[in-house]
């Protein structure tokens, strides 16, 4: 069974302020997907989120973020993502942001999230809400079996 963490990245959460509200959706989803998943693990934007990441990538096929992707000071998800991964797999961040305009949130295109392998670990950053998490969902539903097999060493299916 493939092992996924889930890491919520909101200073406002981490403290108290309120409750994550996105994260338990993601796990929810991908546990329906067949997944053994972790998380969420919440913590504040900063460089936490980066220690945890390269930890995350040693122990994990995957590893999805929630917040942090947005336009403010302190969103840096995807800063401490690219510090982590080796290649991005920009084709699937798009498809992500294009699921969220087609679903009617035209500011879903300000959303900076990155997707990327670190070895054999894929790490998507989802935008902070509970849209963003189902929608990164439906794309990630389509794709992430096969993501998951070639970062795993598999080979392309044959048709």
């Not at 981490?14 to 998380?39: C, F, K, N, Q, T």
């Not at 510090?83 to 009617?104: C, N, S």
């Amino acid at each position: 069974m493939t092992l996924a963490l889930v890491i919520t990245v909101s200073t406002r959460a981490a403290s108290g302020v309120y409750e994550d509200r996105s994260g338990p959706v993601i796990v929810e989803g991908l546990r329906s997907m067949g997944l053994e998943v972790d998380g969420p693990d919440v913590l504040p934007d900063g460089p936490e989120l980066l220690a945890a990441l390269r930890e995350a990538t040693q122990r994990y096929a995957l590893v999805v973020t929630t917040g942090g992707t947005g336009l403010t000071p302190t969103d840096r998800t995807p800063e401490a993502t690219r510090a982590v991964v080796d290649l991005e797999i920009p084709g699937l961040a798009e498809a992500i942001r294009a699921r969220g305009v087609a679903g009617g949130v035209p500011s879903a295109v300000l959303s900076r999230g990155i997707v990327g392998a670190a070895g054999r670990c894929l790490v998507v950053n989802l935008a902070g809400s509970t849209g963003a998490a189902r929608d990164g969902l439906d794309v990630l539903t389509q794709v992430l079996p096969h993501a998951l097999d070639q970062l795993a060493g598999g080979d392309h299916p044959r048709h």
